[in-house]
C-alpha cells in the first residue's frame, strides 16, 4: 500500500510540474502580449503561437486534478472547501483567458478585440499569480486541526505567498517570453527576446529571495537535510535557470528556451519533494497535516489508477510531442495578417 501511495506522489508531482511547464509558456505570452506586440498582426502572430497548443496544455491540469480526486480524495475535498474563493478566482482567469485566445478573432470590432486583449493578458498575469500564492500557502501550511481550517482569502495573501505569487509571474513571463522567440520571426521575436533579457534579473532576485525565505517560512528544507543527496533536484533547478540566461547571450535561443522548460519542471519538484510526505501541511499542528498516508483512495483504487496511468500517460505524451512536431514552424507577422 505505502508503495503505491509514494507512486502516485511521484505521479501527481510530475503532472504538475508539466503543466506548469507547458501551460507556463502560454501564460507568461500573455503576460508579455501587450508589451511586445504593437500592431494588429503582432497580436494575432503571438496567438497563433500557441493558439494548436495552449487548450492540450491544460489536459495536464485537468489530469493533475483528476489524479488528486481520485488518488487523494481527502485533500481534494478539504483543499476546494477551504481555498473555494482562491480557486474560483483561478477558475474565471482561465474561463476568461480560453475565451479571449479563442473568440478574438470572431469580430473585427476595435472594442472587442482590445477587450480580448486585455484578457489575454489580465488571465495571464492572473492565473500566474494565483497558482503562486497557492502553492505558497501550500508549501508554508495552512492553520488546520481538528475544527478545520482558521484562515480566509486575505490569510493566503500573506508575505510569502505573495512572494510566491511574483516568482510564478516572473518566472512564465520569462519563459513565455523565450517561447515567443523561438516560435515568431523578425523584429516580434527580438522584442521578446530582449523582454526575457531585462526580466531576467528580476526573476533571479526573486528566486534567490525565495530560496532564502522558504528556510524560515516552511519546513521544505527538512528533506534535504535528511538525505543530501536529494539536494542534485534544487541545484539542478539553478543551473538550468542560470544555462537559460547564458544561452541567451550565445544566442541558442531554443536551448535556452529548454533550459527554461527544465528550470520549471525542477523548481516544482524541489516545492513536491520538499512537502513529502505532506500535501497540505498543518502549520498549527503537524498531527493534523493532510497526507498521501492519511487522505489517500484504497489499495484497490490506487491499483486500477496505476494500471490506467501506465496505458495513458504515454500515449498522452506521445500525443503532445507529435502535435509539437507538427506545428513546429515559426509563426510571422505576414502569415498572421494574411489569416494563415
Not at 72 to 84: C, D, E
Not at 161 to 177: P, W
Not at 294 to 306: A, C, D
Request: glycine share 10%.
Amino acid at each position: 500500500m505505502e508503495c503505491l501511495q509514494i507512486t502516485w506522489f511521484v505521479l501527481w508531482g510530475i503532472l504538475w510540474a508539466a503543466y506548469f511547464m507547458l501551460d507556463g509558456f502560454v501564460l507568461g505570452m500573455g503576460m508579455v502580449y501587450p508589451v511586445v506586440a504593437a500592431s494588429d498582426g503582432e497580436k494575432r502572430a503571438l496567438i497563433n503561437s500557441v493558439g494548436p497548443v495552449w487548450n492540450g496544455n491544460e489536459v495536464w491540469l485537468i489530469t493533475a486534478g483528476g489524479a488528486t480526486f481520485a488518488a487523494f480524495p481527502t485533500t481534494y475535498a478539504l483543499m476546494f472547501s477551504y481555498l473555494y474563493t482562491a480557486l474560483l478566482l483561478l477558475l474565471v482567469s482561465l474561463i476568461i483567458r480560453g475565451v479571449s485566445l479563442e473568440f478574438r478573432g470572431k469580430h473585427d470590432s476595435p472594442p472587442w478585440k482590445r477587450a480580448c486583449d486585455f484578457g489575454i493578458y489580465i488571465s495571464g498575469f492572473l492565473v500566474s499569480f494565483l497558482f503562486g500564492v497557492a502553492f505558497g500557502n501550500i508549501f508554508r501550511g495552512l492553520p488546520m486541526d481538528s475544527s478545520g481550517f482558521h484562515g480566509d482569502l486575505l490569510y493566503l495573501l500573506n508575505p510569502y505567498g505573495l512572494l510566491t505569487g511574483l516568482l510564478f509571474v516572473l518566472l512564465f513571463a520569462v519563459h513565455g517570453s523565450l517561447y515567443v522567440g523561438v516560435k515568431t520571426q523578425g523584429a516580434l521575436s527580438e522584442k521578446a527576446l530582449g523582454f526575457a533579457r531585462k526580466a531576467w534579473p528580476a526573476l533571479a532576485l526573486t528566486a534567490a529571495g525565495f530560496l532564502i525565505y522558504t528556510g524560515s517560512a516552511t519546513t521544505l528544507y527538512a528533506n534535504y537535510l535528511k538525505t543530501p543527496a536529494l539536494l542534485i533536484v534544487p541545484t539542478a533547478a539553478v543551473a538550468a535557470l542560470v544555462g537559460s540566461r547564458v544561452l541567451l547571450e550565445k544566442g541558442a535561443h531554443l536551448a535556452a528556451f529548454a533550459s527554461s522548460c527544465a528550470a520549471i519542471f525542477l523548481i516544482i519538484s524541489t516545492g513536491m519533494i520538499g512537502l513529502f510526505p505532506n500535501l497540505i501541511p498543518s502549520n498549527l499542528d503537524p498531527a493534523h497535516s493532510l497526507t498521501i498516508y492519511n487522505s489517500s483512495s484504497s489499495r484497490l483504487t490506487l491499483s486500477i489508477m496505476t494500471g490506467v496511468a501506465a496505458v495513458f500517460v504515454p500515449i498522452t505524451i506521445a500525443y503532445k510531442i507529435w502535435v509539437y512536431r507538427v506545428f513546429r514552424a515559426r509563426v510571422s507577422v505576414e502569415d498572421a495578417e494574411s489569416g494563415y
